[in-house]
């Protein structure tokens, strides 16, 4: 039987061959929290996404008793012996005493929370009550979202027309333009009552028109465009080879409902270099839409 | 016509009356960055939720030209006089000129990511290279995300059972016990594939059963329940004074459907206080299920 030592990102074997274990020796990103570690996560994300460089990425969250937190010091450890360099430690721990163990185990901890409480403290003349949950926990916002998210569930893909008087707003574009993505995350993420309807008429293209019900709810409607080829990628992804996906019937689709965006005065963006969350946040940010959430 | 004074959270008339035009004088927090401002939210929410104070939150993204950071810059002139106080300034700019702009009209600046670049540029032995939109932009997980939010749309709530094989994990619990959020956040948020099933059977709750289909994916199973009042108060907010919403049927699903998921070894979690952000977290903690998506 081969027996292996380790060491950086590399294993030697018994007889001194050297195995890779790893294309590259990448150092280790944890995300550590007695909470969801949704916001060290946040957090070490962002500052890492400054730095062209990759890591592997480890998120511990729930680490609220000695054990667990035991368990992870030696996985910080295992770290540091196995990509031969201390992890980075992203945490945000409310019980001061696991916090203490997890930052003496061999990693380079980042403690934004530690580092900014002293100058609000100042600031707001209050001293800091740390509560796990806090930032993630279910509140009274909650039953606002579970709503949002079920009129979005409920208005999606314009399956009902008589509801959108309760909408926060109409999302409109041909399929496949990222309508049902951004209602959902609306809902989710914002508690926004985000309805959707599909542009589409087959027959009659060129003379592309609102229903009176949207009509009736134009001052809600936001439109969502995507360059050619993009959609041309997303529907072959759909229906390869389709006259639905072709380069020339996205260019016609996408040009007539352009034009009637502008026609109907109807706000829009196109989406095409943009993640759901920039798309949400362009949208808030073009409409004044009051979130129900923060 | 009368002249208003402004000062504090209070307004004084030409008569001398003070006039309250808020019932506390609360302290405003600008979350602002010429990206989605989305990493400023969640530091400075995080940061804040530690002190037992209430303040105005204004979210203010894609400040990104001159013109759109002097408005801002008013409007946080506009805060102080106001408030009475200077107001908190999260924020996350990758353009410097713009940056200094907004921390030179009065606020309180918190900046953590300066605060942290030198420590990580010396660890990584790299500069920092700050680019908008690297944290929340399109990027190659987008297709994962859409994917995993149809997948979650086409199997919700039982809708069918011919793709489970495809399923990273499936949710059951009876209903109302958060399901569909739970499904639809672990797409968004992680580009897991959740399909839902509801456990409902009206004739014979006494001999509950999984379907075939579910038996055969016994693996992916995890389980939701509630505290019978939580489930309750849910139901009668769909269907008020119904059997369906009642205490007495609410706690018997609750009993049958928690000793179906102990006799198949079902992995189950009790959600009545969490958010749908904890629910997911406790899933991936439980499951040790791999995010496709960092």
Redesign the interface.
Known sequence: MLSILHFGGQQVNICGDIIKIRTVNM?TAFYISD?????A???G?????????ELN?K????IDTQEKAENVCRQIKQALNDDGE?P?IFH?FVNEKLKSKIVNCGG?G?D??E???G???Q??Q?K????T???????KN??F??DA??YA?DN?DGKKLNQLDDADIILVGVSRT?K??TS??LA?QYGIKAANYPITDDDDFEHLDLPRELKLQRHKLFGLTLNVQRLHEIRS?RRQGSHYASMQQCRFELQEVEKLYRREAIPFINST??????IA??I??KTNLQRRR?
């Open positions: 150092r909470g969801t570690a949704l916001t996560e946040a957090f994300h962002a500052l890492l996404s400054m730095f062209p460089v990425h998120t511990l969250p729930f201390p980075l945000t380079i980042y934004f929370l580092q900014f409480k100058s609000v403290e600031q707001l209050v800091a009550q740390p509560k949950h806090r930032t993630h926990g279910a509140h909650y039953n979202r579970v998210i079920n569930l999606d990222g049902t993505p959902l995350y989710l992804g270099h943009f993640s759901v969350e920039e946040a362009k808030l940010a923060f």
